[in-house]
């Protein structure tokens, strides 16, 4: 089996909402595949759908060979899930709460143990495996949900934003071990996140989702170079815009407040006759194209939910828009 995962015109409408509309993807067995996207963009319902939980309105998918609509419970048996929202139980201990979830999903009982304390110490639980859930932090509800959704070694490993809230640690942590996880035992992995480095490092293919649709779909360092080059910022009232247009390698100007953006190939070379051109310049910043200016640029949006802090950089991403 080559596809993990094969979706044909999978769609989902909630009442006037088309949450997904018509999405075509096929993942191959042991994929890191990123679903990316803004908040509300059809990432959950996407997920939700592959797992069983929403039925399709439209379309269909198969999981692991198996057909989401005539055969669910065979999908259900072969994925692990880790959902946005915490679904761990709160009246049992978090040791019973893997220990039920080992025996429905039919880990051995060999070795159920040892699949229990590996999971434990990867997610550094195993000093509150005997507390009830109810009394653990946010993060830590976390972290045993994921200690969940790898115990069984799954197939295909769904995970909605499975490091939202941890500390950076952990985060780093974890995602090396779904790394190995999906090397070493060719675990297909479907996550999102809003990390975009996160995703950047460790998907081989991302999609990215606005709106239901699938924007653009590739490896992110295909993706990154769709964006022709690096991104250089100015805090300039100074320079004539039209100048830039001199520079070959300049493949986009654009203006915001009192900063201009440029799209650079090799903006190192080029820098010093950039900031000729410019005058005076309060500040400079340069950058290599990220999986967020690949968004902005299909877009036209700004993918990150988080608002708030940010220096110069922050801002201009959030408030800039191009086309
Ligand atoms: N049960 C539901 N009933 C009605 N509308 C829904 C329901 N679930 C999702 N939607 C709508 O479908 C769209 C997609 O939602 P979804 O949860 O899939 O987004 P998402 O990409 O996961 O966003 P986020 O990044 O915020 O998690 C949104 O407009 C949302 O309001
Ligand atoms: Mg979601």
Known sequence: MDNAIKTINLTKKFKDITAVEDLNVEIKQGEIFGLLGPNGAGKTTTISMLCTILKPTEGSAQVNGYDILKEPEKVRKSIGIVFQQPSVDDILTGLENLRLHAMWYGVPKETRKNRIDEVLELVGLQSRQNSLVKTYSGGMRRRLELARGLLHLPNVLFLDEPTLGLDPQTREHIWKYIEKMSREREMTIV????????????????????????????????????VGGDIVYLKTTAADTNKFKEIEEVSKIEK????????????????????????????????????????????????????GEGGIVQRIIKERTVR
Do not use: W
């Open 191 to 226: 996550l999102t996140t809003h990390y975009m480095e996160e995703a950047d490092n460790l998907c081989d293919r991302v999609a990215i989702i606005d709106q239901g649709k699938i924007v653009v779909m590739d490896a992110p360092d295909s993706l990154k170079e769709k």
């Open 256 to 307: 915001k407040d009192d900063c201009i953006i440029l799209t650079v190939k090799n903006a190192g070379e080029h820098l010093q006759e950039i900031l000729e051109i410019s005058g005076k310049v309060e500040r400079v910043e340069v950058r290599s194209a990220s999986l967020e200016d690949v968004f902005i640029n299909y877009t036209g949006k700004e993918i990150r939910a988080e608002t």
